[in-house]
């Protein structure tokens, strides 16, 4: 069974104080796996794909990295705005299958 | 690109009525569309999975019956919670994954959601 999970559940930052979210899974067969960023009442905004292990991908201050067992999301330098939570999820080759996730790290960043 | 709406963003009813949440796909064609839940401070739990054109796949334990799914064109899909309940209270959030702009999304991509209060 695919699975993913996410460490810590709840990180508390200090404003410009960098850090680094992981995301560990099992999956038959890697398609890609997803960060998504949730703010509360809304939906999951897409941040990343990665696809192969040692891919690593940036986008302002996140920077994404995949190895074949975990993904770390770094963030570097973070605002109060990136406060959030981060969800990461894993699709398998097989199919169509829908993307299955991680129950997410609630970030808070404080200034 | 990739952009998902739903409607409506919020919706009180009373205890017993149906209602019915629209996703659409803005600037893709959704060849397959997911339905969420989400409680509060909880992750996101996967209700149904469709393709257009065809019926819904259920997950475990989600009833059928009661959460009505159409995927009836290419950018459309509706959720119709019958009968509804205040148990059946939450946020429901929509998600597609197709093609656009010349070629396939691995992505899944998120409408904003919408907050269901049954009374």
């Known amino acids: 069974e695919d699975q993913v999970t996410q460490s810590p559940e709840a990180l508390r930052l200090q404003e410009g104080e960098s850090s680094s979210l992981n995301c560990s899974y099992t999956?038959?067969?890697?398609?890609?796996l997803f960060w998504y960023r949730q703010d509360p009442g809304k939906g999951p905004e897409f941040l990343f794909t990665l696809y192969s292990a040692g891919e690593e991908k940036e986008k302002e201050r996140l920077k994404a990295t995949l190895t074949k067992k975990e993904s770390f999301l770094h963030i570097t330098a973070p605002k109060p705005e990136d406060s959030a939570t981060y969800l990461c999820a894993v699709q398998a080759l097989s199919g169509n299958t829908p993307l299955v996730f991680g129950k997410g790290t609630r970030l808070s960043v404080i200034a | 690109g990739a952009v998902v709406s739903q409607h409506p963003s919020r919706v009180i009813c009373k205890s017993g009525t149906s209602v019915k949440i629209e996703c659409r796909s803005l600037?893709?064609?959704?060849?397959?569309m997911f339905w969420y839940r989400q409680f509060p401070k909880q992750s996101l739990m996967l209700m149904a999975t469709s393709n257009e054109g065809s019926k819904a796949t259920y997950e475990q334990g989600v009833e059928k019956d009661k959460f009505l799914i159409n995927h009836a064109s290419l950018t459309l899909s509706t959720l119709t919670v019958t009968s509804a309940h205040p148990e059946d209270s939450s946020f429901y959030i929509c998600?597609?994954?197709?093609?656009?702009?010349?070629?396939?999304?691995?992505?899944?991509?998120f409408g904003p959601g919408t907050r269901l209060t049954v009374l």
């Open positions: 998600s597609a994954r197709g093609r656009g702009g010349g070629g396939s999304y691995n992505e899944q991509f």
């Open positions: 600037d893709f064609q959704a060849t397959t």
């Open positions: 999956v038959s067969g890697l398609r890609g």
